[in-house]
T-cell receptor, first 115, second 108 residues
Framework: KAGVTQTPRYLIKTRGQQVTLSCSPI?????VSWYQQTPGQGLQFLFE???????NKGNFPGRFSGRQFSNSRSEMNVSTLELGDSALYLC??????????????FGEGSWLTVV | AQRVTQPEKLLSVFKGAPVELKCNYS??????LFWYVQYSRQRLQLLLR??SRESIKGFTADLNKGETSFHLKKPFAQEEDSAMYYC??????????FGAGTRLTVKP
């Protein structure tokens, strides 16, 4: 079974631009969540989608948004990029059997550098 | 507040020595705790979860609700165990709180 796939793996953007990152979850997984990883803040939860609906959201500004398609694939978008948005963005998927305790499986991440 | 603390950023042991990576959590409900590992140039992957009470690659972790801890242990460390280890608390709906991580180095 293929794992979580993220594209692109590496990208460089200029301040003020926007970026879209893509994630294909493990086949059969309907829950997709996104995390930001930085040396200073560690792994931080961005948001989670299930059946094309955002069910949960972390403490990030509105410049960070996402969506999920009917095939469970997901995209996240960051608008008006700032230098501090430079990070590894991780997508994770899970079966979501309800409640907490669902094991999430991570992709390799998209490395975003804002210059 | 829901929080996971890994007090050691770096941990170094010799091959064959016991290793313990500490994890403490703060959560008012019944916690669902995980250990994730990231080997060099690999993705973050699940090592074990407390609910399954299993041993993976010789590692075990016991949930101690009294001490709010979920320490990861292995009796005899191997060089291939060198990696970054993250303790995580599952809240709900994809929201997992991760500790800052502990980089384990096993020296030959």
């Amino acid at each position: 079974k293929a794992g979580v796939t993220q594209t692109p793996r590496y990208l460089i953007k200029t301040r003020g631009q926007q970026v879209t990152l893509s994630c294909s979850p493990i086949s059969g997984h309907r829950s997709v969540s996104w995390y930001q990883q930085t040396p200073g803040q560690g792994l931080q939860f961005l948001f989670e989608y299930f059946s094309e609906t955002q069910r949960n959201k972390g403490n990030f500004p509105g410049r960070f948004s996402g969506r999920q398609f009917s095939n469970s694939r997901s995209e996240m978008n960051v608008s008006t990029l700032e230098l501090g948005d430079s990070a590894l963005y991780l997508c994770a998927s899970s079966l979501d059997t309800g409640g907490s305790g669902n094991t999430i499986y991570f992709g390799e991440g998209s490395w975003l550098t804002v210059v | 507040a829901q929080r996971v603390t890994q007090p050691e950023k770096l941990l170094s042991v010799f091959k064959g020595a016991p290793v313990e990576l500490k994890c403490n959590y703060s959560y008012s409900g019944s916690p669902e705790l995980f250990w994730y590992v990231q080997y060099s140039r690999q993705r973050l992957q699940l090592l074990l979860r407390h609910i399954s009470r299993e041993s993976i690659k010789g590692f075990t972790a016991d949930l101690n609700k009294g001490e709010t801890s979920f320490h990861l242990k292995k009796p005899f460390a191997q060089e291939e165990d060198s990696a970054m280890y993250y303790c995580a608390l599952s809240l709900n709906l994809g929201d997992m709180r991760f500790g800052a991580g502990t980089r384990l180095t096993v020296k030959p």
